[in-house]
């Protein structure tokens, strides 16, 4: 079973930078879309942004120009940088997987969740 191990949350002011990682627990593993999502307290999870394979970016619009998503195929990893952060940011983030496991296709994984806290 692959695992999604997060780091990087923390405590940053407004206006602040942080940089969120997750890799996988195995490498070289067939991954198709990865991505971060957030849920703040009493909130759905959303997504926050996701990058192809190839290296598609999206988006979520409250994000864009602040954040910016990338990845290394080579050690099945994603990473966020979120910059100008906003008090509104404030949630766990979790990051997301599509991994491709034989016979079964590509399966949705997630990790952990890190706290991200942005005070004002």
């Known amino acids: 079973q692959v695992q999604l191990v997060e780091s990087g949350g923390g405590l940053v002011q407004a206006g602040g930078s942080l940089r969120l990682s997750c890799a996988a627990s195995r490498k070289f593993i067939n991954i198709n879309d990865m991505g971060w999502y957030r849920q703040a307290l009493g909130k759905q999870r959303e997504l926050v942004a996701t990058?192809?394979?190839?290296?598609?970016?999206n988006y979520v619009d409250s994000v864009k120009g602040r954040f910016t998503i990338s990845r290394d195929n080579a050690k099945s990893a994603v990473y966020l940088q979120m910059d100008s952060l906003k008090p509104e940011d404030t949630a766990v983030y979790y990051c997301?997987?599509?991994?491709?496991?034989?016979?079964?296709?590509?399966?949705?994984?997630w990790g952990q969740g890190t706290m991200v806290t942005v005070s004002s």
């Open positions: 997301n997987a599509e991994v491709y496991k034989y016979g079964l296709g590509y399966r949705p994984h």
């Open positions: 990058i192809t394979r190839g290296g598609s970016t």
